[in-house]
């Protein structure tokens, strides 16, 4: 899916803005739902496989601030910058792009956002989560061989 995403943007004419925007869109929300399912099923597995966790009782924020599985795992500054970008880190003083949220509520600010830029942004983050997880479960494989 993500394959086809990837070559459709690069197929499309460029002067029909409406379909690139439509293309950027899928893509981001694509990305940052793999993303957020990545973590979320990684965490919940990393927990307990004894108690069921429902997907809704895991808020990404908290998530991503857990010390002791995921900051372990994908480290204190790649847990930081994901947390900036996919959430919003306060509300009050508004720090956060809260990319997420926007993407899911059609905010007016991320019809703006669309653009190639973003998807490399958000892809780039994505293939840095997996390879950062797959090198932790590598090591934790040669730690016990």
Known sequence: MLYHYLTDIKDIDKKRTISLKNIYYGLSMFLCGFIEKIL???YKNSISS???IADNSINLGKLLDDKE?????IGFDQSHCL?????KID???NVGLNIRNDLAHLNGKAMKILNYDIVLELLSYFTS?????CLYFNDINIEKS
């Open 129 to 133: 989560v997996i390879n950062t997880i």
């Open 50 to 52: 004894d108690i069921y």
């Open 83 to 87: 947390k900036y970008l996919l959430t």
């Open 69 to 73: 599985i995921m900051q372990k795992m």
């Open 91 to 93: 509300y009050d003083t």
């Open 40 to 42: 979320r099923t990684i």
